[in-house]
């Protein structure tokens, strides 16, 4: 009858309105889909270039990690901070400022403990660095940063902002003489690179990493140290593509050039270590990925903080050295044990110390650079240029130094190192 067959008409059209509402939500969800995975997978024509070229003559520095403790220790936030021992250091520094005059200051990350800095009206950056370092020789000197992995459980964007001259309610001003000067504290970007013309042409390049950002590009996030913490912005998968394909690129800019250079790879975490301390799995796979990268680009140093130790090991021709000892509590250090087991033997522990608090002077000329390491208090008393007594808080003592030269090539095949 006619009425049963407008009902089933309608019924048809009815099913084919749904059908069709269900393709077009596939497709919408394809669409989106589609557009994230293509946000977060790097660019191919990603543009990368060198730094402009600082011409320095010569060039000395100051490196120390994991070293922002005294907020820390003032509110009781964990047992092993302890502002005093930051503070000898900062002590011990300024007294070899005095002598070296350094260009800069590089930091190996952990400049804020525990949980890195909140925000820009965050005590931590009074409390544990401009008060800290706020020294006569220190002060004016510039500051090089590296984030931690503890900086990474606070607000990065404040770290940035801060590093931009930003300030919170709790600065005390420019005019205050507890105040540092407002472009001290540098930091461009998570990851950076600088580049110095050293007397006869040669470079020193300064590659700066973000070691938590490397990680999310080899784990999940739940297999990850501070998993419940840290940033999908900063360290999540997206942002660890491009920080690879970025150091990938600076690698063969820098390798471009034909002038005899130092390549200096700076981050947080070690690649290889001795200091005895849990380790996650995505740690193990950065190391691999890492160390396969350095040894092939003709990388000469790897500079790192993290570990709590001072340590120095060589693989492949790269030397690495651990330098994580400017405030927080030490690690203990076994070099007939070495991580990770599978990639580097004791063999390749040069030296290492777990006894002492302390940090490194770097002085690169023509002929290289110079590296000492330098313990906190181990001293005799001894009288300063102006015949007053210096305590053994304010002394150090180097007790290990290397040199690294120039070299004339970059890229090497694995086959030829």
């Not at 005294?70 to 503070?87: V, Y």
């Not at 001003?173 to 600088?194: C, I, K, T, V």
Request: glycine share 8%; net charge positive; charged share 25%.
């Amino acid at each position: 009858s006619r009425p049963n067959a407008v009902k089933r008409i309608m019924s048809i059209q009815a099913k084919l309105t749904w059908k069709y509402l269900a393709v077009l939500l596939v497709m919408i969800v394809v669409i989106q889909v589609s557009k994230t995975t293509s946000a977060s997978k790097p660019s191919s024509k990603m543009t990368v270039k060198l730094a402009p070229v600082v011409d320095a003559g010569s060039l000395r520095f100051i490196s120390l990690g994991d070293f922002g403790v005294t907020e820390c220790g003032l509110r009781g936030f964990h047992r092993k901070c302890d502002g005093r021992i930051q503070r000898s250091v900062a002590d011990c520094m300024d007294n070899v400022a005095m002598r070296v005059k350094p260009d800069f200051i590089l930091s190996l990350g952990d400049n804020f403990y525990p949980d890195g800095a909140q925000s820009l009206d965050d005590n931590q950056f009074s409390s544990s660095f401009e008060h800290v370092y706020n020294r006569p020789h220190l002060k004016s000197t510039k500051w090089w940063i590296t984030i931690g992995d503890h900086d990474h459980c606070g607000n990065v964007t404040a770290m940035l902002a801060y590093a931009k001259g930003e300030r919170g309610m709790n600065w005390l001003g420019p005019d205050n003489p507890e105040s540092m000067p407002a472009d001290y504290f540098r930091l461009p970007a998570p990851y950076y690179h600088r580049r110095y013309k050293i007397e006869g042409g040669k470079i020193l390049h300064l590659v700066v990493t973000d070691s938590v950002a490397l990680e999310g590009a080899v784990g999940e996030m739940h297999e990850r140290r501070f998993s419940k913490k840290i940033s999908k912005e900063y360290a999540g998968a997206p942002a660890a593509r491009r920080h690879w394909l970025w150091l990938e690129r600076i690698f063969q800019k820098i390798n471009d050039s034909i002038e005899p250079k130092i390549v200096t790879v700076v981050g947080h975490r070690p690649v290889f270590s001795a200091a005895q301390r849990r380790r996650t799995a995505a740690e193990v796979l950065v190391s691999r990925r890492l160390h396969t990268l350095l040894s092939q680009m003709g990388v000469d140093l790897y500079i790192h903080g993290h570990d709590h130790v001072m340590q120095h090991i060589v693989k492949d021709r790269v030397q690495y050295i651990g330098n994580g000892v400017g405030g927080f509590d030490l690690h203990k250090f076994d070099p007939k044990k070495p991580w990770p087991e599978e990639l580097v033997s004791p063999e390749d522990v040069k030296w290492g110390t777990p006894l002492g608090h302390g940090f490194a002077v770097h002085e690169v000329t023509s002929s290289g650079m110079q590296i000492s390491f330098h313990h906190v208090g181990t001293g005799p008393d001894v009288p300063d240029e102006e015949g007053n007594i210096i305590s053994k808080d304010s002394l150090s003592t180097m007790v290990h130094k290397l040199e690294i030269p120039f070299s004339d090539s970059g890229f090497l095949p694995q086959d030829d190192r």
